[in-house]
Nanobody
Framework: QLQLVESGGGLVQSGGSLRLSCAAS????????IAWFRQAPGKEREGVSC????????YYADSVKGRFTISRDNAKSTVYLQMNSLKPEDTAVYYC?????????????????????????WGQGTQVTVSS
């Protein structure tokens, strides 16, 4: 059973940076499409970014384009979400998900990604709080 563990969240001032990690125990993440979602208080969960299993194509929600970068370190079986120029509206719990191949969800149509419960695996989340 693949287990995903997110880390790297915390409290940061507006304009600051954080790097979130999504690590897998006992399974190499390189064969999975990985997506990051977030859920702010009182709001629906939304897709943030994903990296595909087929060719490592990356996709981003419009709200984070140019500020967030998703990447893999296969040697560490970890996927990162580098978040720069953070804004108070980025405050949320961030979740990572994994989709086994053949993976269909990771695409440029972020609004069409299913909820994390439709993925094969997901983590418990890490809190990101951006103060103004």
């Amino acid at each position: 059973q693949l287990q995903l563990v997110e880390s790297g969240g915390g409290l940061v001032q507006s304009g600051g940076s954080l790097r979130l990690s999504c690590a897998a125990s006992e399974f190499p993440l390189e064969f999975y499409s990985i997506a990051w979602f977030r859920q702010a208080p009182g709001k629906e969960r939304e897709g943030v970014s994903c990296i595909s299993s087929s060719d490592d194509s990356t996709y981003y929600a419009d709200s984070v384009k140019g500020r967030f970068t998703i990447s893999r370190d296969n040697a560490k079986s970890t996927v990162y979400l580098q978040m720069n120029s953070l804004k108070p509206e980025d405050t949320a719990v961030y979740y990572c998900t994994a989709e086994r191949p053949p993976a269909y969800y990771c695409s440029a149509y972020v609004s069409q990604w299913p909820d994390i419960l439709e993925y094969d695996y997901w983590g418990q989340g890490t809190q990101v709080t951006v103060s103004s």
